[in-house]
């Protein structure tokens, strides 16, 4: 727990009252230099694992998707990826270490990284390739062909929380009690009665949802970003209604050292804060943008696609060998591999992350 961090929110409480979970978020995950993503980044040693930091195969077959999305395009000169959110970078450390050929030539690498700290270690990570370059947002970049891609980072973005009560929806937000946090009821504002309708119809009295309202003004960016190419992101969610229903208390989660919490105040600064994301408000929001949308799929047939199955029979082939030649530290090795890339595809974890495609064939007016 970051005692600046409870000053600083109960400074800002003080000087105008409850503020809304976005706000709160903001501070705890983002603020400099107690939040929460300034001091962590996911993976080995970390407070938990994603598929990029689990194994290399991961970014060897988004590799695959890259190069495809390239030859798809024409294979022309330079093809930017935009990767928001790399945390410790090893998604495409595995990717361009594997990257071949024509391809090769073309690749370019952009982290979107807001955090100075994390964009050190992403630099100290990948060395100083000129593939290579870091940017804050993706306002700063000159449109590109290529592709924007977020792994498990809009489940991070900032949300509003809402509970429905009997007396209508409220808009949950954080005060002061004594020195503590809590939460405040506020009456649902007219600004987001809209956003908020869809979910009351599928929800009773006590329970909750959450909306994250900067996901349009991100898409767009993203579109904008790209004068050719695809918006890829992949993460934890559901699209409409099971987001609600699925969830009728909420999807927020808090991480700390692999520990799954409840109590967004509980470690402020210490722990992650995160909730599902609804794929549906994406897709909308893609449309908004000008993007053609393809179809949804989990991660496990996504990864399929690009050679999960072949990746696992060749590690069990290889485990296979190295036993019967007596070469125990590599059989070791190889099993270990192989349960690691399995999990990518395990149904019950990550195989069942959604991965979102659209694509921009010309340039939104
Ligand atoms: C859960 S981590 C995922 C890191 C990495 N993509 C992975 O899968 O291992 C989420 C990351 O997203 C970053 N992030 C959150 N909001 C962002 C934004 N608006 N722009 C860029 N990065 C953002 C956070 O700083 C954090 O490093």
Redesign the pocket.
Known sequence: MSPELLYLLRRRIGASGPLRFDEFMDIVL?SDPHGY?RNH???SGFDYE????LTPWFGRLVLQELEAAWEQLGSPEEFTVLE?????G??AAAAVASVEGGFSEALRWFF????DT?RRLQRFRLGSSGRYRWVE?LSEVEPVTGMVLA???L???PFRLFEVGGDGPKEVRVGTARHHLTEVLFPIGPEVFDLAAPALEHLEEGDRFELRTGVGS?VTAAARVLERGRLLVVDYGATEPEIWTRHPSGSMVTYRRGDLGIDPFDNLGGA?ITAHVNFSALERSARDAGLHVLPLQTQKAWLEKLGLTEVVADLRRRAVKAQAEGRHADYLRYLSERSRVELLGARGGLGDYLVFTAEKSAAVE
Not at 84 to 88: F, T
Not at 112 to 115: G, K
């Open positions: 983002y993503y980044v996911p993976g994603t598929s990029p930091t928001v959110g790399a945390g410790s090893d998604l979107v990284e807001p955090i994390v947002s792994h498990e980072v489940d991070n973005f991100w992650d």
